[in-house]
């Protein structure tokens, strides 16, 4: 099942997201999240945008949201996408069905452009955003260092109709 997060939901969210804090590239955040900062941030997307969860057996598994691209007003018709699972459910199609419903539900709202950023050289995430259409526009590099060594961004963007 997929819906919106909630305040509840802060928890899980920390525990899917601070494995990559502490393990991965996905994110460039070093330090785990707080469950209260958590809240904060579900709190502040949901006011503008959409924060979804993907729900199995009561258990929260993945999410993904739709934050500001950039703060200054003449932007406030983008957003970023991320996308997060736990660990072990990668690989079966969950990460596709949240962007899938968050893209129909942008659709709904004022959104004209979508960007999504991939770190490192993570082949499933650039695959996920290339199957819905996303154009590679933009590769960073060394713009992040973590672990000892830098990372290249790479930039997806989709244009609504």
Excluded at 7 to 31: G, K, P, Q, S
Excluded at 106 to 114: A, I, N, P, T
């Amino acid at each position: 099942m997929i819906r919106p997060a909630t305040a509840e939901d802060a928890a899980r969210l920390c525990e899917i997201y601070n494995h990559y804090v502490l393990t991965d590239v996905a994110t460039f955040e070093e330090e785990p999240v707080p469950v209260e900062e958590m809240r904060q941030r579900i709190d502040d997307v949901q006011k503008q945008s959409v924060w979804l969860v993907y729900e199995d057996r009561g258990q929260v598994i993945g999410y993904a949201y739709a934050g500001k691209w950039k703060a200054r007003a003449a932007y406030r018709h983008s957003v970023e996408l991320s996308v997060y699972l736990s660990p072990d459910q990668q690989g079966q199609g969950i990460g596709k069905q949240l962007y899938a419903d968050l893209l129909r539900r942008l659709r709904e709202r004022d959104v004209h452009s979508v960007v999504g950023g991939v770190a490192g050289n993570n082949e499933a995430s650039m695959a996920l955003h290339r199957s819905f259409g996303f154009e590679k526009v933009a590769c960073f590099r060394d713009v992040g260092h973590k672990f000892g060594r830098w990372i290249d961004v790479t930039y997806f963007q989709l244009l609504l109709p």
